[in-house]
């Protein structure tokens, strides 16, 4: 009898080798625009096949493995829509992300991933911050779709943190600005300032006024890290920019942020954020070596770690949650108010 303790088959690493498979399914169900076809009900693998002009037996397999992905389901009506396929990836609607996982697809055929293992032992902490690769910038309409998730994003946040009591919000590192967007649209008596660099600044301009909130939003041009920050705000947010920088700088930022605030002003940290033990989840796992492939200055922290420069900053009632799986809020408050 074989030991108890020795594995009697390697299909656990044979399933994770070939996880880019499983991807890979989901950028050419998005290619094909699959879960357009079906937006309207389900349609037989025949009418399917037809439609895309494709082999019945290989659209046949296709449809099953999406089955097996959880991004469709079969029944006796033929293939529809699993619930997240039909919200985020049918094309052109309101929170279609299809271009996000475009991106997602162009960065896995990047020569970067190849020589992983190249740049996991050449990598070290504390590189400057404007060294990051530029690598995975989205481009065209892969940075509309980013924008759709961020105002997912910003609208999950402020269902999460109150900020009614707030008149003006400073988005350091703000990107196309739909953080803020999606704030000011839930806060009639907030505004926002956005403050990115001189390359992404235009696009958070002309995301701004699409969304018809320029005399709410305003967005200046600067390096938030080493840079002035605009005056006259009473809650800063700092989101998905925490590995941009080393340790070293983000906590001289976070103390300059705490001088900068009002008394009763709060400053707010999200990102994809480790647990305290810095084990998992997964996700933010993967982002840090995502750090690591693009030359970043740190890598993804725990929620924990950035509660304690909060804390050394001079912050009080701190407080972290979950608002978008899997991002994660700090919540930092300035005494005195």
Same mark, same amino acid.
């Given at each position: 009898m074989r030991p108890m303790h020795e594995p009697y088959s390697p299909a656990a690493l044979l399933e994770l080798a070939a996880g880019y498979q499983r991807s890979k399914i989901l950028f050419a169900m998005v290619e094909l625009k699959i879960p357009t076809l079906l937006a309207e009900g389900p349609r037989t693998a025949a009418e399917i096949a037809a439609s895309l002009g494709a082999d019945p037996l290989a659209v046949d397999r296709l449809l099953h493995a999406?089955?097996?992905?959880?991004?469709?389901?079969?029944?006796?009506?033929?293939?529809?829509?699993?619930?997240?396929?039909?919200?985020?990836?049918?094309?052109?609607?309101?929170?279609?992300?299809?271009?996000?996982?475009?991106? &997602?697809?162009?960065?896995?055929?990047?020569?970067?991933?190849?020589?992983?293992?190249?740049?996991?032992?050449?990598?070290?902490?504390?590189?400057?911050?404007?060294?990051?690769?530029?690598?995975?910038?989205?481009?065209g309409d892969e940075l509309r779709g980013q924008h759709r998730l961020s105002l997912l994003a910003g609208?999950?946040?402020?269902?999460?943190?109150?900020?009614?009591?707030?008149?003006?919000?400073?988005?350091?590192?703000?990107?196309?600005?739909?953080?803020?967007?999606?704030?000011?649209?839930? &806060?009639?008596?907030?505004?926002?300032?956005?403050?990115?660099?001189?390359?992404?600044?235009?696009?958070?301009?002309?995301?701004?006024?699409?969304?018809?909130?320029?005399?709410?939003?305003?967005?200046a041009e600067g390096d938030f890290v080493?840079?002035?920050?605009?005056?006259?705000?009473?809650?800063?947010?700092?989101?998905?920019?925490?590995s941009m920088s080393s340790a070293a700088a983000h906590r001289a930022l976070l103390r300059r942020v705490f001088e900068y605030l009002p008394a009763g002003g709060a400053v707010v940290l999200s990102g994809w954020m480790l647990d305290d033990d810095d084990t998992g989840p997964l996700m933010p796992l993967l982002f840090s070596m995502q750090d690591v492939l693009l030359r970043a200055p740190d890598v993804e922290r725990s929620a924990a770690n950035y509660g304690e420069w909060l804390a050394e900053a001079g912050f009080v009632e701190i407080e972290r949650m979950k608002y978008f799986d899997p991002a994660t809020l700090v919540i930092g408050r300035k005494p005195g108010a």
């Open positions: 999406c089955v097996a992905l959880g991004l469709l389901i079969r029944d006796d009506a033929g293939f529809r829509n699993a619930p997240e396929a039909q919200r985020f990836l049918v094309h052109g609607a309101p929170d279609d992300l299809g271009d996000v996982f475009r991106h &997602y697809e162009r960065e896995s055929a990047s020569p970067a991933w190849a020589a992983f293992a190249h740049r996991l032992r050449a990598w070290r902490p504390g590189a400057p911050h404007d060294s990051t690769s530029r690598e995975f910038a989205p481009v609208d999950a946040l402020g269902k999460a943190f109150d900020l009614s009591a707030h008149r003006r919000l400073l988005d350091l590192g703000g990107g196309t600005g739909a953080m803020s967007i999606a704030l000011c649209r839930r &806060y009639s008596g907030l505004c926002a300032t956005i403050l990115e660099r001189p390359a992404i600044a235009p696009a958070a301009r002309t995301f701004v006024r699409e969304s018809g909130l320029g005399e709410r939003i305003d967005v080493e840079g002035t920050i605009p005056v006259g705000a009473d809650v800063v947010l700092l989101a998905n920019v925490l």
